[in-house]
């Protein structure tokens, strides 16, 4: 019997950017979510969609960030990695634990950090 395909949530508000992650992720395998490109939108899905993990930008413009779409995946058991052009030390809500990629990533990277966040 075939595995079920990953659904993987996908938030940047740089349109071009979210659309190539997703393409990213739909050659790796994995069935995407969205992409959001606005914060209240992706609360929205974060709440109720049927996701297994998320790839978030931390700076999602106009003075917002993904962390209160982290706080309600996290409160949901879904894992979510951060990817984005910032050093850690930048992002100041980062928690122990938390998955980083620095922007420009490989597919490979995120497939690896994606699988590894899904079966932990």
């Known amino acids: 019997m075939a595995q079920e395909q990953q659904r993987i949530f996908v938030v940047d508000d740089e349109t071009i950017i979210a659309f190539e ?27 109720d969609g049927e996701i297994d993990a998320a790839c978030l930008d931390v700076n999602l413009g106009s003075g917002k960030s993904s962390e209160p779409i982290a706080q309600v995946l ?15 030390e930048q992002i100041k809500f980062l928690k122990d634990g938390d998955l980083v990629l ?19």
């Open 21 to 47: 992650m997703a393409d990213a992720l739909e050659d790796l395998g994995f069935e995407v979510v969205g992409p959001s490109t606005h914060l209240e939108q992706a609360l929205n899905v974060a709440e």
């Open 102 to 120: 620095r922007k420009p990533i490989s597919k490979s990277d995120l497939r690896e950090v994606l699988l590894q966040s899904i079966n932990s």
């Open 74 to 88: 996290a409160e949901r058991g879904n894992p979510y990695v951060y990817i984005t052009a910032y050093d850690t």
